[in-house]
C-alpha cells in the first residue's frame, strides 16, 4: 500500500471516530437536557409530556399549600399569561416563597399539572434566569416582578 493511501485510510478511521464519539456524546446529554418553559409557553404550545423540563415563572401570591404529610406542597406558578399548578414532595429551599421567582425541574401530568423533583429559588430580588428573564418582562407589570 502507497504512504498516500495509508494517509487517506487514517484520515477517514479519524473522521469516523470523530463522527461516532460526537453520536456517544449527544445521545448520553439527550436524557440529561432540560428545556425551559414558562406557563405561557405552555399554555401556547401545549403539554412537552414525557421529558424532564424546567418551569419558570413567578410564585403566585397565595397559592402554596402545605400538605399534611409535612413535606408535599402545591403551589401555582404564573408568567402573567398563564398559570400552572405545580406539585413538589421535598424540602423547599430557604428563599423559596410567595411573590418570588422559582425554576421547577420536573415532568408535566396529562391534566395539566406539573410534578416537580427539584426547585430552584433565585437568590435576590434583581436576579433572574436569562431565559425566564425576557419572557417576564414583556407579561408582568413592571411592579410585580419583584417580591411584596
Known amino acids: 500500500m502507497k504512504a498516500k493511501h495509508q494517509r487517506l485510510t487514517l484520515g477517514l478511521l479519524a473522521i469516523a471516530a470523530i463522527a461516532g464519539a460526537s453520536g456517544l456524546a ?13 406557563p405561557g409557553d405552555v399554555a401556547k404550545q401545549g403539554l412537552p409530556l414525557g421529558r424532564a ?33 405545580v406539585r413538589f414532595k421535598g424540602i423547599t429551599p430557604d428563599l423559596f416563597k410567595e411573590r418570588s421567582g422559582v425554576v421547577a425541574e420536573g415532568e408535566f401530568q396529562p391534566d395539566g399539572s406539573f410534578v416537580a423533583s427539584n426547585l430552584l429559588a ?23 416582578l419583584s417580591p411584596q
Open 26 to 38: 449527544l445521545s448520553a446529554l439527550k436524557d440529561q437536557a432540560a428545556f425551559f418553559y414558562a
Open 53 to 85: 423540563v424546567r418551569l419558570g415563572g413567578m410564585v403566585e401570591g397565595g397559592s402554596i399549600k402545605k400538605q399534611t404529610d409535612g413535606v408535599t406542597i402545591n403551589f401555582l406558578v404564573t408568567d402573567g399569561k398563564a398559570t400552572v399548578p
Open 122 to 144: 433565585k437568590h435576590d430580588e434583581r436576579y433572574m434566569p436569562p431565559q425566564m428573564a425576557g419572557k417576564m418582562a414583556a407579561n408582568m407589570p413592571a411592579g410585580k
